[in-house]
């Protein structure tokens, strides 16, 4: 079946520093891909939709210059927190949809983010 | 086996029992549904899905309900095992444009 990797599990970083998490699919070309973003007990909200090759689509109240996505290929997609403070400490999660239209919609593993 | 009408935050069953979690979607334009199981720690993982053309569909042990007039989805889990705990989300595809994810409810098995 389909895989999205994602990259990295978990990292910790200082407030004021940017962190870029990576999510690829292994096995298959996305040209749509998607960031969301979850807090402890609470449901997965949509951030953004990555286009390859265009803007991402940004869903109302994300800022999109604090939420950077980076689509450069039909298998790798990036999303850069720049300035981190702690609010934006949370569990990130990618989701990878393939080109073929089989398999629906693929999740990777997510990321932890934690901002000192 | 335990059944709710509405949409619950948790639910816990015995080990044996039916579980059925519910979900109510937003979109009535929403063409495909899709029940996640999502671990803590990990990223969601696809049980079953459905799409708005039919109204029932069985997996392995798992059993998804849609019913259009009211906007309602459900997932049933037959022989309920320990390792069936864990938060279930149902999602909506609103036309091919992105999933969006309802409220999670806790499944909790004791054996």
Same mark, same amino acid.
């Given at each position: 079946g389909a895989v999205v990797s994602q990259h990295?599990?978990?990292?910790?970083?200082?407030?004021?520093?940017?962190?870029?998490?990576?999510c690829r699919s292994l096995d298959f070309q996305a040209t749509t891909m998607f960031w969301y973003r979850q807090f402890?007990? %609470?449901?997965?909200?949509?951030?953004?939709?990555?286009?390859e090759g265009?803007? &991402?689509? !940004?869903? %109302?109240?994300?800022?999109?210059?604090?939420?950077?996505?980076?689509?450069a290929s039909l298998t790798l997609s990036t999303l850069t927190v720049t300035s981190a403070?702690?609010?934006?400490?949370?569990? !990130?999660?990618?989701? &990878?949809?393939?080109?073929?239209?089989?398999d629906g919609y693929?999740?990777?593993?997510?990321?932890?983010l934690t901002v000192v | 086996g335990e059944s709710v009408g509405l949409h619950l935050p948790t639910l816990s069953v015995q080990e044996g029992d039916n579980s059925i979690i519910n979900?109510? *979607?937003?979109?009535?334009?929403? @063409? *495909?549904?899709?029940? *996640? /199981?999502?671990?803590? =720690? /990990?990223? #969601?993982?696809?049980?079953? @899905?459905?799409r708005s053309n039919m109204d029932k569909r069985q997996g392995q042990r798992v059993t998804v309900l849609l019913n259009k007039t009211v /906007?309602?989805?459900?997932?049933?889990i037959a022989a309920t095992q #320990? =390792? @069936?705990?864990?938060? *279930?989300?149902?999602?909506? @595809?609103?036309? =091919?444009?992105?999933?969006?994810? =309802? /409220?999670g409810t806790t499944l909790s098995v004791s054996s």
């Open positions: 990295p599990s978990w990292v910790i970083c200082k407030s004021g520093t940017s962190v870029k998490i990576e402890p007990k %609470q449901s997965l909200m949509l951030m953004a939709t990555s286009n265009s803007k &991402a689509t !940004y869903e %109302q109240g994300v800022e999109k210059d604090k939420f950077l996505i980076n689509h403070h702690p609010e934006d400490s949370s569990f !990130y999660i990618c989701s &990878a949809r393939d080109d073929r239209g089989v693929t999740f990777g593993s997510g990321t932890r | 979900c109510a *979607y937003s979109n009535s334009a929403s @063409d *495909y549904f899709i029940w *996640y /199981k999502q671990e803590s =720690g /990990k990223g #969601p993982q696809f049980i079953i @899905d459905i /906007k309602h989805l459900s997932l049933q #320990p =390792g @069936d705990s864990a938060v *279930y989300f149902c999602a909506e @595809d609103q036309a =091919g444009t992105a999933l969006i994810f =309802g /409220k």
